[in-house]
Nanobody, 117 residues
Framework: QVQLVESGGGLVQAGGSLRLSCAAS????????MAWFRRAPGKERDFVAR???????YYADSVKGRFTISRDNAKNTVYLQMNTLKPEDTAVYYC???????????WGQGTQVTVSS
């Protein structure tokens, strides 16, 4: 069982930056692929970024070059550095843990990110 707790969301102006954190419980954090998803108001949940246990990363085209996902296995934490934020980045951001094939079985409760124009 893995519990995930996101933090770091908030209100920021367009062009600004935020760093989200996701703290995980459990002793096997390093073996999980971790990802960030987001759900904008009235829309489906979308994939944002993924980092595999070995450190390889993958991004949605909409955030490539602006967002960076990283992990600190010693702290059981995954991060999402978000730069050059746009109003369309406004969403609830969720952290997820899963296997190499993208089967995410553990989810956090989400953190709100609001970008004002």
């Amino acid at each position: 069982q893995v519990q995930l707790v996101e933090s770091g969301g908030g209100l920021v102006q367009a062009g600004g930056s935020l760093r989200l954190s996701c703290a995980a419980s459990g002793r096997t954090f390093s073996s999980y692929a971790m990802a960030w998803f987001r759900r904008a108001p009235g829309k489906e949940r979308d994939f944002v970024a993924r980092i595999w246990s070995g450190g390889s990363t993958y991004y949605a085209d909409s955030v490539k070059g602006r967002f960076t996902i990283s992990r600190d296995n010693a702290k059981n934490t995954v991060y999402l550095q978000m730069n050059t934020l746009k109003p369309e980045d406004t969403a609830v951001y969720y952290c997820a843990a899963g296997d190499t094939f993208g089967n995410y079985v553990y989810w956090g409760q989400g953190t709100q990110v609001t970008v004002s124009s």
